[in-house]
């Protein structure tokens, strides 16, 4: 059985989007210290490093993470690959185009190699989903969309003022859940996986953070 892994590590001060609260990782008790156990305090925004979305991060009175059942989160995967450069649109057109078949259920990545500059200024200048992508996504009834992008929407620095989030509208009030920060879909572009994308249980939350792994079928 071969696995990819396709979360980000979680690690002080990581990336993650400009408003949002820093990421902490630090020892709350140490050995070093001479406490008698490590123990590690970790403090980040829910929106921060690889995790999924729910309903009522954006649609009023939607599902939260938990109340989610555990099939939204487990199935077929189809991952499909789309460069483009920073600020530029995936459309519909370009995923028909990818020749990859996207089948009722599956849980469908997009592989744009943003994911190589997680650790640069340009991270968040990233390629991002059209809303006719979103429309066809939904059109195609898969239960979970991930990208290798800090969102699926238009980049912060380029949203006018009352930006609405198109995509996450479409597809969060669809019941297509979004996985944001995923990581590693390189190898797996073109292959027929199962992907487990399994966030925390965290009570009336927006989102969770989440492990992600696919397992290769072929």
């Known amino acids: 059985m071969e696995m990819v892994d396709l979360s980000r590590l979680i690690y002080d001060g990581m990336p993650k989007i400009p408003i949002l609260p820093e990421v902490h990782v630090q020892k709350f008790l140490s050995l070093e210290k001479g406490h008698p156990l490590n123990v590690t305090e970790l403090s980040l925004p829910c929106h921060a490093g690889t995790h999924v979305d729910a309903p009522i991060h954006i649609v009023p009175n939607g599902k939260s993470i938990e109340q989610l059942p555990l099939d939204a ?17 995936v459309t519909a ?55 290798d992008c800090i969102t699926v929407d238009l980049p912060t620095p380029l949203r006018p003022k009352g930006f609405d989030f198109p995509v996450h509208k479409t597809l969060l009030g669809n019941e297509v ?38 397992e290769i079928l072929n």
Request: net charge neutral.
């Open 177 to 214: 859940l979004i996985a944001e920060n995923v990581a590693n879909l390189g190898s797996i572009v073109g292959k027929r996986t199962r992907i487990m994308a399994l966030p925390l249980r965290i009570k009336g939350s927006d989102a969770g953070h989440a492990r992600i792994i696919a």
């Open 73 to 89: 989160f487990v199935g077929p995967g189809a991952v499909i690959g789309v460069k483009k450069k920073g600020g530029e649109e």
């Open 93 to 147: 057109k370009d995923l028909e185009a990818s020749g990859v078949p996207v089948n009722r259920g599956d849980i469908l990545m997009l592989y744009t190699g943003w994911d190589d500059k997680f650790d640069s200024p340009d991270y968040n200048l990233h390629p991002y989903l059209s809303v006719d992508a979103a429309e066809w996504m939904v059109q195609k009834g898969i239960k979970l969309f991930g990208i």
